[in-house]
């Protein structure tokens, strides 16, 4: 683990959470550490897809306004 990454990383807007290298259920109750290796699997393809897709939003927002090339003009009509 990098000194960039967090101890500790909630899952969006899930009840998952990253600690120190191992996913835990968090609730109201208390917190249970995952074991099922199935399940880690498919949270760290997750953590990854949404730290893909962030990263490619902050590349969108970091360049320069410029028109999109997929979108067609439609010379202000509909």
Avoid: I
């Avoid at 995952?34 to 990263?55: I, K, N, W, Y």
């Amino acid at each position: 683990m990098s000194a960039s990454t967090p101890r500790s990383a909630w899952l969006a807007q899930s009840p998952a959470v990253l600690r120190d290298g191992r996913w835990w259920l968090v609730g109201e109750a208390g917190s249970v550490p995952l074991s099922d290796p199935a399940f880690t699997t498919v949270l760290d393809g997750f953590a990854e897809a949404l730290s893909a897709a962030d990263r490619a939003v902050a590349d969108l927002h970091a360049r320069p306004d410029e028109p999109s090339a997929s979108v067609p003009s439609t010379g202000g009509r509909r």
